[in-house]
């Protein structure tokens, strides 16, 4: 299979070419979250509480999966750029065995860890309870999710988008089907409560990981994943780590936020935390289209890099930044107008939904200027340049906000904590155009 058409194709037909079936992929999965809250709020609001307690380690783990899968991604197709196919086989192997063994090790750590994690942040003993029994199944299938990501980013970075879109779709579709069956108890199935939401959710994983085997082994792709190409040596280990360590550094950080965020809004009410849950909920249904088109434009930017096409690179940056802020902006609308109807899909409390939709118009103002950190941060993961996109994370998520948040929480109340939303994605959006243009910037001429 030839990956030319990369640097060949015009690049806004190239761009949607690879980013919109991993939007509209990203939407069903974004559908899947939102309906997954539906069906657990409706067994109480104890269960969405603790389905939000339990978000940031969920978060974490999809986080080391997913990153350390962006730097399989990047890798891969930079050596395939470089027409470097032994290389390009030697990270797409090894990746996916250390992706395996990070899943298994997420287990372990994790499934022990959550009781205690879960009574920091509330006394209600059957919160507790039900974040430790949606916890534990959860959980018990990060070695699934570990492997799944890794053929997920393989495929990506060859260009088969589509199969990446037909296996996330699948599993997707199979966890909102199963979710109000193994809920509520439809037919053969008995009532399992919250349990039979992460069941559900473990059984669509499964099938996505089963269904990319199949594919690979049918209709096999130019990459190789086989036991021979693994490599430890040769600098292998810290091309992959290089860019996947910061990649999941990245996408772990607002597991440390939403923990941050719920302990200075418990202060104040149990019900702000709901609040922030939800939101992170529709916050994933907004923002994953975007991140759809960056997982499109990563492999261009890191194949064209490694063709030395620096030209088709920065067109690429900038087509994917004009879509990333078009999907925002219509997040935004959305947020504005619908706010109430938004925050009422997840809670039968007025008292919340009325908080909520004054959270969202408020948080919805940054939505669009975070399109320019969001993007160079992929791009810069694309160019196999992990630490300064990392460093765009650190200051969206942790350097900026949690400071911010603390601050105005103690002039305007859990308002304050809304308000440090926008001003955090103003001031990253400014450093990122900074920090961007830095890393991107030509050499001088040799003499010069």
């Not at 969920?58 to 470097?84: D, P, S």
């Amino acid at each position: 299979m030839n990956q030319t058409f990369m640097k060949e194709k015009p690049i806004l037909r190239l761009v949607l070419s690879m980013s919109l079936p991993m939007v509209l992929s990203m939407l069903v999965n974004s559908l899947y979250n939102i309906v997954d809250s539906f069906f657990v709020a409706k067994i109480s609001e104890n269960a969405m509480t603790a389905l939000s307690l339990v978000y940031p380690v969920q978060n974490l783990v999809n986080a080391v999966t997913i990153g350390f899968g962006v730097g399989i991604n990047a890798v891969v197709a930079f050596y395939l750029g470089a027409r470097e196919e032994d290389k390009a086989n030697a990270a797409a192997a090894t990746g996916t065995l250390l992706n395996l063994l990070h899943g298994l090790l997420l287990a372990a750590v994790c499934i022990p860890f959550m009781p205690f994690f879960l009574s920091l942040f509330t006394g209600d003993g059957q919160v507790v309870d039900l974040g430790v029994a949606y916890s534990g199944i959860v959980f018990a299938f990060s070695p699934v999710v570990g492997l799944s990501l890794a053929f997920e980013k393989i495929f990506q970075s060859v260009g088969r988008m589509a199969v990446s879109m037909f296996c996330m779709l699948c599993g997707c579709l199979a966890n909102i089907l199963l979710d109000p069956l193994m809920i509520f108890g439809v037919g053969p199935f008995p009532a399992m409560g919250i349990e039979g939401a992460a069941l559900a959710t473990g059984l669509g994983q499964v099938l996505t990981l089963a269904l990319y085997v199949l594919i690979y082994v049918l209709r096999p792709i130019q990459v190789r994943i086989a036991p021979r190409y693994i490599r430890f040596r040769g600098g292998m280990l810290p091309k992959l780590y290089g860019i996947g360590l910061p990649a999941a550094l990245n996408l772990a950080l607002p597991s440390l936020l939403v923990s941050a965020l719920n302990a200075i809004l418990a202060a104040f009410s149990q019900s702000y935390v709901v609040v922030l849950g939800v939101y992170y909920k529709l916050q994933t249904f907004l923002y994953l289209p975007a991140n759809g088109i960056i997982q499109g434009m990563r492999p261009l930017v890191g194949y064209n890099y490694g063709a030395g096409e620096h030209g088709r690179v920065k067109k690429i940056f900038l087509t994917g930044l004009w879509l990333t802020a078009a999907i925002l902006a219509v997040g935004t609308v959305l947020c504005l107008a619908f706010p109430a109807e938004l925050m009422g899909l997840f809670t039968e409390s007025a008292e919340t939904a009325a908080a909520g939709a004054a959270a969202l118009r408020i948080i919805c103002a940054g939505f669009v200027v975070s399109a320019l950190s969001v993007t160079s941060s992929g791009a810069l993961e694309g160019l196999g340049k992990g630490l300064p996109s990392l460093v765009i994370s650190l200051l969206r998520y942790v350097v900026i906000i949690i400071p911010a948040a603390f601050l105005l929480s103690r002039l305007f109340g859990a308002a304050g904590v809304w308000h440090a939303f926008w001003l955090t994605e103003l001031l990253t959006a400014v450093a990122a155009f900074f920090i961007y243009r830095r890393c991107t910037r030509p050499a001088p001429a040799a003499g010069a």
